[in-house]
């Protein structure tokens, strides 16, 4: 015996199941009131398309991506002796930081048109 019961490795496996369970009733429930709330809108004739700043999106994407995969690449790094596959936790999130905070730079320096 490993020192753990039955029960709790059952009430441990099923905790994942039910975040999962929840979270995605929760995401339903908010595409489908926010559908209902826009053809509600539409038919009022009170609908306006929102403006999406993909630039702004970028930039704080590419930094929270950055900062998370630079803290988890550090983490791993020194809690894992040797290079693992544990350590792409921290690097695929790193590099997506970086790709974003690229495409920010590289945007913003480009000749508006208009």
Sequence with gaps: ?????????????????????MGSVVIFF???????????L???????????NLLSFSLLSGLLLSSVGIALTLFLSIAVDDASY?????????S??????AYYIIKRSEPRNG
């Design 1 to 21: 015996m490993n020192g753990t019961s039955t029960t709790a490795q059952v009430i441990i496996s099923i905790i994942p199941i039910v975040g999962i369970v």
């Design 30 to 40: 908010y595409l489908l009131w926010n559908y209902r709330r826009r053809v509600l």
């Design 42 to 52: 539409i038919k009022a004739g009170q609908y306006s398309k929102p403006e999406f």
């Design 86 to 94: 544990g350590l792409l936790g921290g690097i695929i999130p790193l």
């Design 96 to 101: 997506m930081g970086v790709g974003l905070l």
